[in-house]
T-cell receptor
Framework: DTAVSQTPKYLVTQMGNDKSIKCEQN?????MYWYKQDSKKFLKIMFS???????INETVPNRFSPKSPDKAHLNLHINSLELGDSAVYFCASSLPRGYEQYFGPGTRLTVT | KQEVTQIPAALSVPEGENLVLNCSFTDSAIYNLQWFRQDPGKGLTSLLL?????REQTSGRLNASLDKSSGRSTLYIAASQPGDSATYLCAVRVDTDKLIFGTGTRLQVFP
């Protein structure tokens, strides 16, 4: 059974386009996250939601807009894509306050 | 500002060796520390979670220790196998459930 799933796995698009990445977890967790892994493999948090409420926004450009329709889903919409947005985006989930975070398989975004 | 560093950046060992991966963090005010494994082109698999009040955690051939006051954690892998080849990441949890990741250690175990 897939715990944290993301779609699509790969996304290739041109500069200026708008795209979305979807994330779903079936673990019953209240908290979900988006992380970005850059070309140097460094992972950094972008957003965190707890029970559909935004908790963390790590000075991410407002071209990035997370949306949580319910506590099992956290989607990431990106407007006006730029070359520098090329990265692997990981979704994760956890119970709140100090429990393990479980990661999805990642979405490799390539902006040309 | 919390910074997490992992040493070495890369490690290549023959099968069967015991090895130690190091993780250091600059601010001891952490809630817990988590070790992950990442295979090429894949997501992260959680290996061990150590709460700030704990000193170590064990899972099979893996043992992780935490010395919060000195800002250090080690991941000990016993009797390494080629299947252990991956990048190992440590991450500390600071306020509001945010994980700060280290720079990673790329491990290769050759037969």
């Amino acid at each position: 059974d897939t715990a944290v799933s993301q779609t699509p796995k790969y996304l290739v698009t041109q500069m200026g386009n708008d795209k979305s990445i979807k994330c779903e977890q079936n673990l019953g967790h209240d908290t979900m996250y988006w992380y970005k892994q850059d070309s140097k493999k460094f992972l950094k948090i972008m957003f965190s939601y707890n029970n559909k409420e935004l908790i963390i926004n790590e000075t991410v450009p407002n071209r990035f807009s997370p949306k949580s329709p319910d506590k099992a889903h956290l989607n990431l919409h990106i407007n006006s894509l730029e070359l520098g947005d090329s990265a692997v985006y990981f979704c994760a989930s956890s119970l709140p306050r100090g429990y393990e975070q479980y990661f999805g398989p990642g979405t490799r975004l390539t902006v040309t | 500002k919390q910074e997490v560093t992992q040493i070495p950046a890369a490690l290549s060992v023959p099968e069967g060796e015991n090895l130690v991966l190091n993780c250091s963090f600059t601010d001891s005010a952490i809630y817990n520390l988590q070790w992950f494994r990442q295979d090429p082109g894949k997501g992260l698999t959680s290996l061990l979670l150590i709460q700030s009040s704990q000193r170590e955690q064990t899972s099979g051939r893996l043992n992780a220790s935490l010395d919060k006051s000195s800002g250090r954690s080690t991941l000990y892998i016993a009797a390494s196998q080629p299947g252990d080849s991956a990048t190992y990441l440590c991450a500390v949890r600071v306020d509001t459930d945010k994980l700060i990741f280290g720079t990673g250690t790329r491990l290769q175990v050759f037969p």
